[in-house]
C-alpha cells in the first residue's frame, strides 16, 4: 500500500505539475500590434486580414492601417494578407508584446484580372443574402432598447505647413503648434483645437417611434452654450448603415447596403476568417458609376446569420458633394442575447477643404455602445407624447472630475488630446484670438462685439434710395458679455434727399430658454416697403441698392409699435401673440384717395391683434443664447396665423380678420434629388383698403428670392383670397453627371414652378383707389424656371419665364435671376 500511495503521489506531483507548466504556457498573453503600409506608394493599407496560424483569432488593419491582436494561446505565426498584394508570414516569439511595421508587396496582377468567376458572382448571393435578413438584423427592429453611448468629437485645422505657422499673426500662438501631428490615414499635418466628450444614455421605441437621449456629462474645450451639448449626443450625429440613403452634409448618398445595392455597386468576394469567434466573409465594393454620390470600402458578414459584421465605407473621390474632400465611416456590430446585432463602435473622420491647398479641417468621431438593454420599462411616462426626439441634459459632473471621465471613456486619451482642453483656455487669453474671433463673427452675423455691444449689421451701415438719396445707418445690440437673457437693440438712420431722421428701439428678454419662452417690444419710424417678401434683401441693405433692377420708389413711412409673446411648448411647435399699432402715411406716387367720392386719407391707423402657431414635427434646431436656427425636418412645417384689425382701438380705421396657413416641406428623393413644395392659403374678411389687403411678394432686384414670384413686379397683385403653390426640384447632377468631362463642373441642376390664384371683392376694390400698377388677380399667375446651381461651387443662376399676365406695361416677361449660397 505504501508503494502504491508512493506511485500514486509521484504521478499526481507529475500531473500536478504538467497541468501547471501548461496553464502558465496558456496564461501568458501573446500580442501584435503596428502599422501595414504598400512599399511602392508609402501609404497605409486599411482592411488588411491578420491571423494567427493555426487558430480561429482574426482582425483587419484599421482605416490608418494601424492593427493590434491578442490570444492567450500558444502561437507561433502571424498571417497577413490581402487581394492585391503578396501574403507574408511573420514567426511569432510567445508570450510578448511585439510591434511590427509591415510592408506590403503588390502583386502584378490587378484586381479585376484575378477575381474570376464561374457562373455567378458569389458576392451577389451573399449580398441578396444581407438584404433578405437585413430586417432581422437591423438593430432598429428592436420594439425598445437602451445603452450606454460615449461619444467623442475632435476637430482639427489641417494643411498645417512651416511656411503657414511662421506667419508674424501666429507670433504670440506659437504654443499651440506643440500639438502638431500628421495622419497616417489623409497624408496631411493637423492641429488640433477642438475636443468634445459626451456620456450618455440612449433609448429607442418603435411603436410610436421615440428617441431620448439622457446627457448625463458633457465636456466641450472653449464652449459653455447647453445648445451646443445636446448638439454633441447621439441623435444629432447617428447614421445606419442599413439604410437605403445616407445623410452627409445634406446630401443623400447611397448605403452599400441599400436594398438595391447591386444596380449601384460592384461587389467582389476576397476572404474569409473568424471574427470574434465567428465565421465571415469578407467582401470589397466599389461605384458602377462616376460622380454619383456613393462609397467605396469593403464589410465583413456573419456566414450563418448574415449580420453585418464590420464595415468600412469611404466616399468615392468623384462624388458631386462640395468641401467634402474625404470621408471614412466604421461601424462595427456584435451579437447580443444571442439574437441581436447591435452597433459596439463606430468611427467617422472627414477631411473639409473650401479652397484646394488652403488650411481646412479634419471631423473626427468616435461612438462606443455598452450595457445594452432590451426589456421595456414602463415607458408611460419616460417618453415624450409630442416629441420625437427628445434631449434632456442633465450634465452635473465637473470637466475636472478625471475619475469619473476615466470609468466611462472606452480608453484612455492620449496626451495630446488632453492638452486640448488646456490650449483652448490659454488662447482665449490671447487678445489677438479675440480679434480673430470678432472679424470671423463680423462676416458670418454681420456684426462686430466691442465688450457688451455688437455694431451693426455692417451691410446696413449705407444705401440709397430715390426718396432718401443716400442712406446713412448706425445700429447694434447688447452682446452677450451684458447679459444672456436681455438684448436691447436699435438703429438710427438718415437721409439726404428727404432730410429727416429715422429709428428704431427694441428689447427681447428670454423668460425662459428650454422650452423657448420670449417678450420682444420695439418700435419704428422708418421707411417700408408692402408686399416684399420676408426673405427679401430689407431696403436698407446695400445690396438692395446695388442689386435693384429699377430703382425703388415704393417706399411709404410706418410708425409702429409691436408686442410679441412666443411660447414654445416642445422643440418644433410654438405659439405667438402679437400686439401691432401702426400709423402709414401716402406718399406722391402712393396716395391713399378716392377719387370718385373725392376723398383723401393723411394716414392709414391699425391696431392688430394676431395669433400664430407653428407646428414642426421632430425638428432640430441649434440654440444660442438669443437666436436659434433650424437644422429641419423631414416633416411638414405648418404655419397657422390668425389677424383681428381692432377698430376704434387707439382711433384704428378698419375691423377685418385675416387667415393664413402655409404647409411646406422638402422630401429627399434619393439619387433623384430634392423636392420642395410650399402651400400657401389667404383669406380676408372685411373691407379694407389696399394696404391692408395682401399685397403679393414680387421682386424688383436680379437676386433669386425663394420666397418672392421672382418676375412680379411690386404693388402688381393684391387679393382678400387667394392660394399659391411653389414646387422646386434639386436634380443635385443627377443629368450632367452623365455627360463626359462636363460633369468635372460639378454643375447641379434645378427646376421650379409658381402658381399664384386668387380674388377681391368689389368693395374692398373700391374703399380707396388702387396704385396705377396695382391691381386684383383677373387669371392665374404663373411663372416657371431652370436653373444651374454649384457653379464655383457657391453661385446659382436661374433662367424665369413668365407664362400669364404678360400684357401689362414694364413687367418683366423673362428675367436672369443670381445668388449666392453655401452648400455641401
Known sequence: MKIFLNIVS??????????????????????????????STKETVPFVNISFLGTSIGTISENDGSFYIETNLHIDSLSVSFVGYETQIFKIINGKIIELNINLKPVDTALDEIIVYAGENPAHRIFRNIIKNKKKNNPEKLEFFQCEIYNKLQLDINNITDKFQKRKVFNKFQFVFDLKDSSDVLGKSYLPVFLSENFSQYSYQKRPERKKEIIFANRISGIENESYSEFTGQMYIDINMYNNYLDVFGKQFVSPLANFGLKTYKYFLEDSTFINNKWCYNITYKPRRKQERTFL?????????????????????????????????????????????????????????????????????????????????DTAHFFSSNQLNEAVIIDTVPDNDLSYWNSVRPEKLSEKEEQIYEMVDSVKNVPIFRTFTDLIYLLAYGYYTRNNFEYGPYFKTYSFNPIEGNRFRAGGRTSNAFSTNLMLYGHLAYGT???????????????????????????????????????????????????????????????????????????????????????LLPSEKIPFQNTANNQSWSNLVASEISLKTRF???????????????????????????TAGLKGVFNSDFEYYRVSLKISQNIDV?????????????KIWGVVPFPLLYLHEGNETYALDAKAFNLLSYYELASDFYQSIYLEHKFQGLFFNKIPLFRKLKWRETVQMKVLNGSITEKNRQVWDFPSSLSGIY????????????????????????????????????GIKAKLQFIF
Not at 418700435?523 to 435693384?548: K, M, R
Not at 420708389?553 to 408686442?563: P, S
Open 10 to 39: 509521484k504521478i499526481s506531483f507529475i500531473l500536478i505539475a504538467v497541468t501547471c507548466v501548461q496553464f502558465e504556457l496558456t496564461a501568458q498573453k501573446t500580442i501584435v500590434k503596428g502599422t501595414i503600409i504598400d512599399t
Open 297 to 377: 470600402g469593403n464589410f465583413w458578414v456573419n456566414d450563418s446569420t448574415w449580420a453585418v459584421v464590420k464595415i468600412n465605407a469611404r466616399i468615392s473621390k468623384d462624388a458631386n458633394i462640395n468641401y467634402v474632400k474625404d470621408l471614412i465611416l466604421e461601424h462595427e456590430f456584435d451579437l447580443f442575447f444571442d439574437t441581436v446585432w447591435f452597433k459596439t463602435k463606430d468611427k467617422l473622420l472627414v477631411d473639409i477643404n473650401l479652397m484646394d491647398k488652403a488650411q481646412g479641417f479634419f471631423g473626427r468621431k468616435l461612438t462606443t455602445y455598452k450595457n445594452l438593454n432590451i426589456d421595456r420599462p
Open 497 to 583: 434727399k428727404d432730410n429727416d431722421f429715422k429709428y428704431g428701439l427694441g428689447a427681447l428678454y428670454m423668460i425662459n430658454k428650454n422650452p423657448r419662452f420670449t417678450i420682444d417690444l420695439f418700435y419704428e419710424n422708418d421707411l417700408a416697403l408692402l408686399g416684399q417678401s420676408v426673405n427679401a434683401f430689407s431696403e436698407d441693405n446695400i445690396l438692395a441698392s446695388i442689386l435693384a433692377i429699377r430703382p425703388n420708389d415704393n417706399l411709404l413711412k410706418l410708425e409702429r409699435y409691436k408686442i410679441e409673446l412666443e411660447k414654445e411648448w416642445f422643440i418644433g411647435f410654438s405659439n405667438t401673440i402679437r400686439l401691432f399699432y401702426g400709423i
Open 616 to 642: 414642426a414635427f421632430n425638428e432640430k434646431v441649434l440654440s444660442g443664447e438669443f437666436e436659434r436656427v433650424s437644422l429641419g425636418t423631414p416633416f411638414p412645417i405648418i404655419d397657422l396665423d390668425f
Open 670 to 682: 434619393g439619387l433623384f434629388g430634392n423636392f420642395k413644395y410650399s402651400l400657401h392659403l389667404g
Open 779 to 814: 387669371e392665374p399667375y404663373v411663372e416657371v424656371g431652370a436653373g444651374i446651381e454649384n457653379i464655383f461651387k457657391i453661385v446659382r443662376i436661374d433662367a424665369m419665364w413668365r407664362l400669364t399676365n404678360r400684357d401689362k406695361y414694364g413687367i418683366q416677361k423673362f
